[in-house]
Nanobody, 121 residues
């Protein structure tokens, strides 16, 4: 059974950095579609970045500031977040699916429990 566990969230001031981690278990190979999503209070869950079988797509709001990477030996997906802004404040989730081209949050079958990121001005 696939299990995703996020960590690395916290509170930082604007301009600061955080690195989120998502450890996957129960995944037999690393050919998959994984992504980071976030959800602020009162807002819908939104896509941050997708790694779709090696093709990476960032949302415009995070381009140039966030970077995703994988460590296959550790079954871990990372999200390096630099130049953080108060608008980045949200619960951040890692998601996985085995179908290429998965984009919408509603289409991802596996989710972590989330890690909170709070950016103060």
């Amino acid at each position: 059974q696939v299990r995703l566990v996020e960590s690395g969230g916290g509170s930082v001031q604007a301009g600061g950095s955080l690195r989120l981690s998502c450890v996957a278990s129960g995944v037999t190979w690393w050919r998959n579609c994984m992504g980071w999503f976030r959800q602020a209070p009162g807002k819908e869950r939104e896509r941050v970045v997708i790694d779709d079988y090696g093709t990476i797509t960032y949302e415009d709001s995070v381009k140039g500031r966030f970077s995703v990477s994988k460590d296959n030996a550790k079954d871990t997906l990372y999200l390096q977040m630099n130049s953080l802004k108060p608008d980045d404040t949200a619960m951040y989730y890692c998601a996985l699916d085995f179908r290429p081209g998965t984009r919408s949050p509603a289409d991802f079958n596996y989710w972590g429990q989330g890690t909170q990121v709070t950016v103060s001005s």
